[in-house]
C-alpha cells in the first residue's frame, strides 16, 4: 500500500470502498465548478503545489464537476467567480458530495488530487486567487 495515502491519518469521511455521500459544511466545504473551467484550475493548483493540491473529486458523468474540497465553514469567506458555487451547510440549506474511495472501483467519482497527511484540503485563499484569475468574470473576497 502507498505510505502516503495509508492509515492512520486517512480522513474518516473518506470511505473505504466505493464512495459515499457526504454532509457539506461538517467534514468540508466543497467548491463545485464545471469544466473546462475546473480543469484548467486544478492545472495550475497542481502546478502552484508541486502536485499537493489536496482533496479534488472528479465526476465522470453529467456536468463533469470538480469539487474542491476547503476546510470546513470556509467556503463562504470568498466572493466565487460566476458559475461556481460553494457547498456549505448555512440557515437551512444542506448539500451533500460524493467522496470517492482511495482506491479500487469507484466510478463515477474519481480523485483529480488526493489528500495528504501535510495537506487534508485544498487552499482556500490559493483556489480562490486561481479561479478568479481564469475566470471570464472573477471576483473579490467580501
Do not use: K
Not at 489536496?54 to 460566476?82: C, H, K
Not at 479500487?104 to 497527511?117: F, N, Q
Amino acid at each position: 500500500m502507498n505510505e502516503r495515502i495509508s492509515a492512520p491519518w486517512i480522513p474518516r469521511w473518506i470511505p473505504d470502498v466505493g464512495h459515499a455521500l457526504r454532509l457539506a459544511g461538517v467534514h468540508f466545504d466543497a467548491v463545485r465548478m464545471r469544466e473546462p473551467l475546473a480543469e484548467r484550475v486544478t492545472s495550475e493548483l497542481l502546478r502552484y503545489t508541486d502536485f499537493d493540491a489536496g482533496p479534488i473529486v472528479r465526476e465522470s458523468t453529467g456536468d463533469r464537476n470538480m469539487y474542491f474540497l476547503l476546510p470546513p465553514q470556509t467556503g463562504g469567506a470568498y466572493a466565487w467567480p460566476p458559475g461556481v458555487r460553494v457547498l456549505t451547510r448555512s440557515h437551512g440549506a444542506m448539500a451533500y458530495v460524493g467522496v470517492p474511495a482511495l482506491t479500487g472501483v469507484t466510478w463515477p467519482l474519481g480523485w483529480r488530487s488526493v489528500p495528504s497527511a501535510g495537506v487534508p484540503f485544498v487552499a482556500g485563499e490559493l483556489l480562490w486567487e486561481v479561479g478568479c484569475r481564469l475566470s471570464p468574470g472573477g471576483s473579490r473576497r467580501f
